[in-house]
């Protein structure tokens, strides 16, 4: 992608939870930096769950200034949560078009997949640094979920962003348009 907000990716795992049951984390990533956007936790996988990070994804870049506009196309996979014609309405009322991958095709939303799997590895396993002990509870979760998607979009260095962060790239985007030169700073 050539500039953030033009394509977010969406997808959401499961957790296992100290308690035997699952718990789920759902990812809103920008494609430009890979930045998270939007994450939420929660202990359904309803609609409403992966509503959630998209809300919190528009209102992210509304702060920043940057607001989603009603072009960004949104991609996950053809799962029940993101095919409901009440998620449909909310990707337009947060400025998203609507973008589905095929029936169990995995490829077409690699960059999610990715991402998901540095999560799984990195943050929620025993022994991560994110976690402050067994995931006992969903604000466990959501306490080490927010550690890690901090690091990750703050201090990770991203070798096609040019050793930068997700942040920092974004940043150095919105820099060069500010001063009136070309974004490309790959």
Not at 70 to 96: P, W
Request: with cysteine.
């Amino acid at each position: 992608m050539g500039a953030p907000n033009q394509l977010v990716v969406a997808d959401f795992t499961h957790v296992p939870m100290a308690t035997t049951s699952f718990a789920y984390t759902a990812f809103v990533i920008d494609a430009y930096a890979d930045r998270i956007v939007g994450w939420e936790c929660s202990t359904s996988k309803q609609t409403a769950f992966v509503e959630s990070a998209i809300r919190q994804a528009a209102a992210c870049r509304s702060r920043q200034g940057t607001p989603l506009e009603g072009s960004t196309i949104h991609h996950s996979d053809a799962g029940s949560q993101y095919t409901s014609v009440r998620f449909g309405e909310s990707l337009l009322l947060a400025g998203m078009i609507p973008s589905v991958g095929s029936v169990g095709d995995a490829y077409d939303n690699a960059l999610a997949e990715t991402i998901i799997g540095l999560y799984k590895t990195e943050c929620t396993p025993t022994g991560s640094p994110f976690r402050n002990g067994p995931l006992h509870r969903l604000s466990d979760l959501e306490e080490a979920t927010a550690a890690w998607v901090h690091w990750y979009n703050n201090h990770r260095l991203m070798h096609r962003l040019g050793r930068r962060p997700p942040v920092e790239y974004e940043a150095l985007y919105h820099a060069k348009l500010r001063d009136g030169q070309p974004a490309d700073h790959t």
